[in-house]
């Protein structure tokens, strides 16, 4: 027989669904939260991202919204002050720099690398001829007993030669423009030397302090000092040197001594042979209308290129 206390005991669970309007609302919250946040970050990224001038230019903008569309300009952030700002140092509070104003400024920057290497690599021609003009001193019996009276050395104008009197041996008769036979060697073969290069040349005369004997007829030591120069190009002519290379020929008298502490000392009668660079040589072609010439549109790799090769065959002449 059964028993009925031991039959089994079913339960029954029944799921209710409820609540299934509001179960996806946390999900776009989340969401707005999230792109909040980005946004939040990206404008933290862009804020110290920007220049000092920049971010002033922003807050000025918020201020006053039309001050561009009254006043002007490409933006308020630009500055009149002369001190650029941006760039990589955002620390700099001074307006905005524009991409003309960095072109312009990178090709000055170009131009003064392409003068600097110019001028170096004209230096270097330079000494080259130094270097050949005291060698052919030195091999030549006739120009080597004048050693002491010839004095070169590289100035800021060029290659200077200097051909000073001693008081037993002066390059010119007493008073006169005229030449001794040696002063006539010495001249010849310095400018046989100096076509060489294809830089210009400049001669100076100079006297000592002592008044021209004839100074009261209007003649003196300015027409003398200016009549030596000259005689000497004459002659540097005759020995071989182009005459269009000579592009100055001037007499001092004795306003640039050589000898400061002694104005008669017979070394300051000299004539100076200066082989110009391209620096003065411009200066002189300005004749007055700039105070630096620029080098803008002249100097060009094809001259540095001829230079190193000018300066490497004068230096094998040597």
């Given at each position: 027989m059964s028993d009925d206390t031991q039959q089994p005991i079913v339960v029954k669970k029944i799921k209710k669904g409820g609540a299934g309007a509001h179960g996806g609302a946390w999900k776009i919250a989340y969401a707005d939260?999230?792109?909040?946040?980005?946004?939040?970050?990206?404008?933290?990224?862009?804020?110290?991202s920007t220049?000092?001038?920049?971010?002033?230019?922003?807050?000025?903008h918020f201020s006053s919204p039309l001050k561009v569309a009254m006043a002007g300009g490409s933006g308020s952030g630009d500055s009149s002050s002369v001190v650029?700002?941006?760039?990589?140092?955002?620390?700099?509070?001074?307006?905005?720099?524009?991409?003309?104003?960095?072109k312009a400024e990178r090709k000055s920057i170009n131009l003064q690398a392409l003068k600097a290497d110019f001028e170096k690599m004209e230096k270097l021609k330079l000494q080259g001829l130094k270097d050949q003009i005291e060698a052919m001193i030195d091999a030549s019996p006739t120009l080597r007993q004048f050693k002491s009276q010839l004095l070169l050395d590289l100035t800021a104008e060029g290659l200077r030669i200097q051909i000073v009197d001693e008081k037993s041996r002066p390059m010119f008769d007493?008073?006169?423009?005229?030449?001794?036979?040696?002063?006539?060697?010495?001249?010849?073969?310095?400018?046989a030397v100096l076509n060489s290069v294809d830089n210009r040349i400049s001669l100076t005369g100079h006297t000592d302090a002592q008044p021209y004997a004839g100074g009261a007829s209007g003649f003196g030591n300015w027409e003398l000092s200016t009549n030596r120069s000259n005689a000497s190009r004459r002659e540097m002519v005759a020995g071989g040197l182009v005459d269009a290379k000579v592009m100055r020929v001037v007499g001092l008298s004795s306003t640039v001594l050589f000898d400061k502490e002694d104005p008669y000392n017979p070394v300051n009668r000299r004539i100076s042979i200066v082989v110009l660079n391209k620096r003065t040589e411009e200066a002189i072609m300005a004749d007055g209308k700039a105070t630096e010439v620029e080098t803008e549109g002249e100097l060009t790799p094809e001259m540095i290129q001829d230079g190193a090769k000018g300066a490497q065959s004068v230096g094998a002449k040597g």
């Open positions: 939260f999230v792109t909040a946040m980005m946004a939040f970050f990206l404008l933290m990224w862009l804020l110290g220049s000092a001038g920049d971010l002033k230019g922003i807050a000025d650029k700002g941006g760039g990589e140092d955002l620390t700099r509070a001074h307006g905005q720099v524009r991409k003309g104003d960095v007493s008073a006169s423009s005229e030449l001794k036979p040696y002063t006539k060697d010495i001249l010849r073969n310095i400018g």
